[in-house]
C-alpha cells in the first residue's frame, strides 16, 4: 500500500472527483418545494392571566387560589340573597335555601367540630340561578337529543316489549297481594322492614357490579345526594363504594347516608355500602335538590393539633417525639385505602405502649390530620 500510494497520477478515491465543482450562485432554478406544507400556526397565547382573563367578571377571578383572602366570621348570617343566605355554624359554612329539608353543605360527613373562623372567598351561594350573583363559567351545554325518549318511574313501569327505554325495575318488593302506596316521610317510603331472604335476592346481583357510588376524601358530598337518586332510578339499590379518610369513622358516613337521602343501608361490607331505596319509591315525587356548580373554598378553622396533649408539658411532647422517631410504624396508610379498623387497632396498640406510630407518607398533611382527630388519638409531628 505505501508503494501505491507513491506512484504519480494514480488516487485511491478515484470515485470521488478531485476537484469539486464549486455552487452557482447565478443559476436561477428555485429550490424544491418541500413534500408536506409547512403548518401555520397562531402566535404563541400570553401567559400573563391579566391580559387573559377579563377582570370585570367576578366568576373568572378565584379569591381562594394564590390569594391571601382572609375575611374573620362569626357564627349567624354572613350574607344574604333575599330568601337564600350563607350561615355559619357548627358545621361551618352552610347555605339555606326557601322551601329546603335541611341546610346545604359541601361535604355532611366530613366537617370539623370547630366553629370557623374565617372564610378563604367570599360568601357565594354556589347554586344555579336566576339570583345566583356569582356566574357560572363552566362548558355550554349540550345541544338537547332529537330522540324523544319516553319517561317512566317507577309506579309506571314500561311494558316488558317496549324498545327504545331503558331498563326500571318495579317498585318493591312486596308480599303477595299488597301494591305500591303513596308515601311521603321516611317512614312511609321505606315501608315495611326487608327480611333476610330479600336483602339477599337485591344485594346478590350487585355484587360484582360495577355501576356504582364512588365516595372519596371529601366525604359525603351535596352533588352525591343527586346523583345517588340518578341510581334509583333504575335500581333498588344503590352501591357506594367509600375511600380515603372517611372509612376511619364508617359509622357516621352511614348515619348521614341515611338521613340525607331516605334510604336504609341494607348490607356493609368493608367500604362498601348497599342503600336500598325503599318499597314505595317513587322517582318522580323524589325530594329535588340543586346541584353546586363549583366547590366553595374551605373555610380557616382554629388548630386542631395542639401543641401538647392535655397533662404533658411541652417538653414531655417533645421526648415522646423524639421516642417516636426510632419506632416501628403499626401500618402503612395508602392513599386510597378503607381504613375501618384503624381505631381498633391503634386502642389495642395504645394497651401495649403509650405511643404508637403510623406511617401516612402517602398520605396528604391535611389527610392525616384528620385521621389522627378521628382516631382520637394525639398526633406528634
Not at 337564600?84 to 335541611?102: D, Q, T
Not at 366553629?115 to 357560572?136: D, K, N, Q, S
Not at 393539633?305 to 411532647?317: R, S
Request: glycine share 8%; net charge positive.
Amino acid at each position: 500500500m505505501p508503494i501505491l500510494a507513491s506512484l504519480p497520477g494514480l488516487n485511491l478515491l478515484s470515485s470521488l472527483p478531485s476537484n469539486p465543482p464549486q455552487n452557482d450562485t447565478t443559476s436561477s432554478t428555485p429550490p424544491p418545494s418541500p413534500p408536506i406544507p409547512i403548518p401555520k400556526y397562531p402566535p404563541p397565547r400570553s401567559r400573563n392571566p391579566k391580559t387573559n382573563v377579563p377582570r370585570s367578571n367576578p366568576a373568572l377571578s378565584i379569591p381562594h387560589r394564590r390569594s391571601n383572602y382572609r375575611k374573620p366570621v362569626q357564627k349567624g348570617v354572613i350574607s344574604t340573597d333575599g330568601d337564600r343566605c350563607v350561615i355559619v355554624g357548627e358545621n361551618g359554612v352552610s347555605y339555606k335555601l326557601p322551601g329546603a329539608p335541611f341546610e346545604f353543605q359541601y361535604s355532611y360527613s366530613e366537617t370539623p367540630s370547630a366553629e370557623p373562623i374565617a372564610i378563604r372567598e367570599p360568601a357565594y351561594l354556589p347554586f344555579a340561578p336566576p339570583t345566583m350573583p356569582r356566574p357560572w363559567t363552566g362548558k355550554a351545554p349540550l345541544k338537547k337529543s332529537k330522540k324523544n325518549i319516553p319517561l317512566f318511574d317507577s309506579f309506571n313501569p314500561p311494558p316488558p316489549g317496549k324498545k327504545g327505554v331503558k331498563h326500571v325495575e318495579k317498585p318493591g318488593p312486596f308480599p303477595f297481594g299488597k301494591y305500591p302506596k303513596e308515601g311521603k316521610t321516611r317512614e312511609e317510603i321505606l315501608g315495611e322492614p326487608l327480611k333476610k331472604w330479600e336483602i339477599k335476592m337485591l344485594v346478590k346481583p350487585l355484587l360484582s357490579y360495577n355501576r356504582q357510588v364512588n365516595l372519596g376524601r371529601d366525604g359525603l358530598t351535596h352533588n352525591m345526594l343527586d346523583l345517588i337518586h340518578s341510581h334509583w332510578k333504575r335500581r333498588r339499590v344503590c352501591k357506594i363504594k367509600c375511600k380515603g379518610v372517611p372509612t376511619v369513622d364508617m359509622d357516621n358516613v352511614c348515619r348521614h347516608i341515611e338521613e340525607k337521602t331516605g334510604g336504609k343501608i341494607i348490607h356493609r361490607v368493608g367500604g362498601v355500602v348497599y342503600l336500598f331505596r325503599g318499597r314505595n319509591y317513587n322517582y318522580r315525587t323524589r325530594p329535588q335538590y340543586p346541584v353546586m356548580l363549583w366547590k366553595p373554598a374551605t373555610p380557616v378553622y382554629p388548630k386542631l393539633i395542639q401543641e401538647a396533649p392535655e397533662g404533658l408539658t411541652k417538653a414531655e411532647a417533645d421526648e415522646f417525639r423524639k421516642k417516636g422517631k426510632s419506632l416501628l410504624p403499626i401500618c402503612t396508610l395508602a392513599k386510597n385505602g378503607v381504613y375501618a379498623s384503624l381505631v381498633k387497632d391503634v386502642r389495642d396498640a395504645f394497651e401495649e405502649c403509650p405511643l404508637v406510630k403510623i406511617d401516612c407518607k402517602g398520605l396528604q398533611p391535611s389527610d392525616y390530620k384528620k385521621i389522627g382527630i378521628g382516631s382520637l388519638c394525639f398526633i406528634i409531628f
